[in-house]
């Protein structure tokens, strides 16, 4: 639990990290959280001042503690990376530029209704939607964009992803779920799994190449050391031929 003691006489503001309610999001909506987190903090990871996170209390309102809200997913600019039990907007001085919900039935009224006014008070520029299991947003990726203080849909390139400015990245809705990619390369950035995947692939690759270079060193040395053999031999034959010619000379030359 985190503690702000207020400016104030004897006023101690309490504010909570948690609600103490145990998680309700399926393992699908946990994974999918974890995945945006992990891969939007190693896209970002060159740069200082972006702080990415999730799950955690944004604080907006100084000495009220029920003034809260907790994206699944959210990006600031303008902060350092150091680590926070809860976010206190008015400590920071930066809300967050992008909030992602993992959404789903349950939780529609919450995310559609009620955090769009508060995200639009805070000036997030962005905020999307993914419903992973497509159970009621169709399609199930959604982006919203603040302009003039108001969030208007923001409209899905040819290929159906949702550019962000803010993050420099499109977001697409694949069978495998939610993927970023890099607006200004095209590349699919990788989630954690699938980055440990192409590490082992590494790993194993460079293995097999070392044991062939080490094979064929190996050949290569038993072919250099063949070549030596048979000079070897050769020289060892052409000096008993010389012996035996010699041989032969000093016989003829005793009759």
């Known amino acids: 639990m985190t503690t702000v003691i207020e400016p104030g006489p004897r006023r101690r503001i309490i504010y909570p990290d ?44 100084k000495g009220k503690r029920e003034k809260n809200v907790c994206p699944d997913v959210f990006v600031v600019r303008g902060v350092d990376k150091r680590r926070r039990r809860s976010y206190f907007l008015w400590k920071e001085g930066h809300s967050p530029c992008v909030a992602l919900e993992m959404t789903s039935k349950s939780t529609r009224r919450q995310d559609e209704k009620d955090k769009l006014p508060t995200y639009a008070r805070l000036g997030v ?23 003039g203080g108001v969030y208007l849909p923001i409209a899905p390139l040819e290929n159906g992803d949702l550019p962000s400015l803010e993050l420099g990245l499109h977001l697409r809705h694949e069978a495998a779920g939610l993927r970023f990619v890099d607006a200004a390369t ?19 690759q460079a293995r097999a190449a070392e044991r062939q270079a080490q094979a064929e060193a ?3 040395r038993a072919e250099a050391e063949a070549r030596r053999a048979e000079a070897e031999a050769r ?11 010699a041989e032969l000379e000093r016989l003829r030359g005793e009759q």
């Open 18 to 61: 948690s609600d103490g309610k145990p998680m309700g999001e399926t393992e699908t909506h946990r994974q999918e959280i974890s995945d945006a987190i992990e891969v939007l903090k190693d896209f970002f990871r060159a740069q200082a001042d972006v702080y990415v996170n999730g799950n955690m209390f944004i604080y907006y309102e």
């Open 125 to 147: 520029n962005e905020y999307f939607l993914f419903d992973p299991f497509g159970e009621y947003l169709q399609p199930p990726l959604r982006g919203y964009r603040l302009v």
């Open 186 to 204: 095209g590349e699919r950035l990788l989630k954690p799994y699938e980055v440990a995947e192409a590490r082992r692939a590494a790993e194993r």
């Open 218 to 220: 190996e050949a290569r």
């Open 235 to 245: 020289q060892a034959a052409e000096a008993e031929v010389a012996r035996l010619r």
